[in-house]
């Protein structure tokens, strides 16, 4: 069974960091490009960060630019992101997605073809 589960959400407060985690089972994600995108209330899904199939080439919204890293761990089977110097607008849930592209993209959700069902991150003192 393909899957992807998000971890490592929570509530941090203004200028902390957290490290959310992406992990497959079924399918190993050295074969796919993966994506970040998060869902604030209200608004539509945007792109976060995203890295390359083989290439590990990796992109990231300009908000987020300096703040944000996202890795592989091809061991674990694992994408992290790791998220400093958190701002409240930060808040939303957080979806990895997978794409069979070896490029990734942050503009659009659809090249990934499977999702987790998300983690929230709230930034709040």
């Known amino acids: 069974q393909v899957q992807l589960v998000e971890s490592g959400g929570g509530l941090v407060q203004p200028g902390g960091s957290v490290t959310l985690s992406c992990a497959a089972s079924g399918f190993s994600l050295d074969d796919y490009a993966i994506g970040w995108f998060r869902q604030a209330p209200g608004k539509e899904r945007e792109g976060v960060s995203c890295?390359?199939?083989?290439?590990?080439?990796?992109h990231y919204a300009d908000s987020v630019k300096g703040r944000f890293t996202i890795s592989r761990d091809n061991a674990r089977n694992t994408v992290y992101l790791q998220m400093n110097s958190l701002k409240p607008e930060d808040t939303a849930v957080y979806f990895c997605g997978a794409s069979v592209y070896r490029a990734c993209t942050i503009a659009t959700t659809l090249p990934y073809s499977y999702w987790g069902q998300g983690t929230q991150v709230t930034v709040s003192s």
């Open positions: 890295i390359g199939r083989n290439d590990h080439s990796t």
